[in-house]
């Protein structure tokens, strides 16, 4: 039996850049549809039925950062990758609080977003289902339901954090290496990433922040130390 195509909904308004980006992804065996204005963006994403959408954020009439709140909000473990052209700190921060699993800065290579597509698709593939809820302090962590909770709270996780607190969870109580984490999110430890897991980073100790027994504590030049009292 064949193996399905990966299918990628792509929103891009620049037309040579899409026409580029769609044909060289198809070469590669990607079933990709290529969109070019955000207002057909959610209409096409239920009957195409993407595994994955990379949105340029700067498009007309609906842009990148809404449609993916959208899409979160339709299917919350859909796998989102941002475009742009901007790197700001705010930028990223705006772009992981509308559900971005990864952030590209334009301009990019095609070897640097099939890394990064096949990446967040293994990433996705290898979460375990049978690892259950883990208590961490006062906080319930649901891995499959992408859910960190008290008894009067809910936080629903991006993937990206999904991932992190689970892997902080299997290294309770034990250093872990900055580069190890950087290879298992992103699949490679360069600057731009590694500013993407100092924002990730800030974001989980404010999650955290209830419970003074949980620390996740900076090892400069290493890692960091998760640990819970």
């Known amino acids: ?134 208590q961490l302090g006062i906080y319930s962590f649901d891995p499959e339901k992408f859910t960190l909770k008290t008894e009067d709270n809910e936080i629903k996780l991006s993937h990206r954090e999904n991932e992190l607190i689970k892997l902080f969870s299997q290294n309770l109580n034990q250093q872990i290496d900055r580069k190890i984490i950087l290879k298992s999110l992103w699949g490679d430890d360069s600057i731009y990433n590694s500013r993407n897991l100092d924002v990730y980073i800030r974001k989980i100790r404010v999650y955290f922040e209830r419970d003074p027994s949980i620390k996740l504590v900076t090892l400069r030049g290493v890692g960091y130390y998760f640990s819970i009292k």
């Open 1 to 134: 039996m064949l193996k399905p195509m990966t299918k990628i909904l792509y929103l891009e308004d620049e037309n040579y850049l899409g026409r580029i980006v769609k044909e060289s992804l198809s070469s590669r065996g990607y079933e990709i549809k290529l969109l070019t204005d955000g207002a057909s963006v959610m209409r096409n994403f239920e009957q195409f039925q993407p595994d994955i959408c990379v949105l340029d954020v700067m498009v007309p009439n609906i842009d990148g950062f809404t449609l993916g709140k959208s899409i979160k909000a339709s299917n919350p473990k859909m796998p989102i990758i941002f475009l742009t052209a901007k790197n700001q700190t705010q930028d990223v921060l705006e772009g992981f609080n509308s559900g971005g699993n990864d952030f590209i800065k334009k301009p990019f290579s095609m070897e640097e977003l099939i890394v990064r597509i096949e990446n967040i698709l293994n990433l996705n593939k290898s979460i375990d289902n049978n690892l259950g809820k883990v």
